[in-house]
């Protein structure tokens, strides 16, 4: 079987750090797979290296077998491949709707099929689409920077933490929005503080530590597996 999405003995080094050290992945069409790891683990380094945001110091990661790590930005976004950040970054002086445009403008071609209006509609703004970015509530912000990324029709998307900071009704909803995206034929890699979130949306959920990959596997397979119990009893805060 072929995957849509594969990272090959991925390392990136900072100086003497090993952030992340020869970890395999891989994600397929469809799925939702969760990354996890202790504080410092490496979650958000290989998550930027699969974004194409960083180059990786080896390894590549490929999609549909082409590799597209160690390529701009904007190209891992024509390829089909986009995130969100942790720190949503609406443009401030665009509407609502118009930083939802810029998304599209500079999307995968093949993409961008599916109206703007439409977008805004789907994740719930849009009735929003003419405010600008400062006068929605925190939610309503990520749901923003999660239709900009939308936009660029990505078929994979990699979200940052979206739930972190939402009180239980908001999260609730973005629980579901998640789940909706992906059942647009989206496959979704994650990061999120939010423990429950993140393993009721996971099909499968990756665990570094200390930049190494020490748990791949479904849900309650991973939270029951001795070696990351101990790293996160180990390791201080969960991440």
Known sequence: MSHLLVGESVSRHFGGLRAVDRVDFHLDEGEILGLIGPNGA???????????????TAGRVLLDGEPVSGRAVHRSVHHGICRTHQIVRPFARLTVLENVLVGHHYGRPAGRSRDPREILDFIGLGDR????????????????????????????????????????????????????????GIAIIMIEH??????????????????????????????????????????????
Do not use: C, W
Not at 42 to 56: E, N, Q, W
Not at 146 to 173: C, F, I, K, Q, S
Not at 199 to 226: C, F, Q, Y
């Open 194 to 239: 939010v423990m429950h979130a993140l393993m009721s949306l996971s099909d499968r959920v990756v665990v570094l530590d200390h930049g190494r990959k020490i748990a791949d596997g479904r849900p309650a397979e991973v939270a029951n597996d001795p070696v990351v119990i101990e790293a996160y009893l180990g390791g201080g805060n969960h991440a």
């Open 129 to 184: 689409a003419d405010r600008l970015p400062a006068e929605l509530t925190l939610a309503g912000r990520k749901r923003l920077e999660v239709a900009r990324a939308l936009a660029t029709g990505p078929r994979v998307l990699l979200l940052d933490e979206v739930v972190a900071g939402l009180n239980p009704a908001e999260a609730g909803r973005f629980v579901d929005l998640i789940r909706q995206i992906r059942d647009r």
């Open 42 to 56: 490496g979650k958000t380094t290989l998550f930027s290296v699969a974004a194409g945001s960083i180059r990786p």
